[in-house]
């Protein structure tokens, strides 16, 4: 059985890097999909006298859900079952923890195309996942 994992942003990229993985397993028998979406870690001092905690952990979830939403539709179409997962911290980290702890055979993630000088000063979560897995990864324009 095969394990992929999409990581997805919410983003037109996110949608169009699920499309190409439903293309890309059409016909295999067997398929383990895992779909992640990190949210930044929450910080104490973020956090104001209005909204404690547990509001704040909820507004983090129905972030990470409304993330999910439009690649999920994409996997529903396309009859591709799969498991979703909502993870806290650094993206790039996050992302390559995941790949490891659940042995995923390849990643596939849309890139959000910043352009030359801002991917250069700020780097994108995408390449540096390149840098800290061990599996393929896909990356989807």
């Keep these: 059985m095969k394990k992929l994992m999409l990581a997805v942003d919410g ?3 996110s949608v169009r890097a699920a ?3 439903v293309r890309l ?3 295999w028998p067997t398929l383990e999909l895992h779909v992640v979406n990190v949210q930044p870690p929450i910080l ?5 006298a209005v909204v404690n905690i547990e509001m704040a952990t909820s507004m983090h979830e129905k972030a990470g859900r409304d993330a999910l939403r439009s690649a999920r539709q994409v996997l529903d179409e396309a009859k591709l079952g799969c498991v979703e997962h909502l993870l806290e911290g650094d993206p790039a980290q996050a992302i390559a923890e995941f790949a490891r ?3 995923v055979d390849a990643i596939v ?3 959000r195309g910043l ?3 801002k991917g ?3 780097g994108s979560v995408a390449t540096k996942v390149l840098h800290l897995v061990d599996v393929p990864a896909i990356l989807v324009k």
């Design 11 to 13: 983003s037109a990229c």
């Design 19 to 21: 499309k190409f993985l």
């Design 25 to 27: 397993v059409r016909g």
């Design 44 to 48: 104490a001092g973020e956090i104001s």
């Design 101 to 103: 702890d659940v042995g």
């Design 109 to 111: 993630m849309g890139t």
């Design 115 to 117: 352009g030359l000088i």
């Design 120 to 122: 250069l000063l700020l």
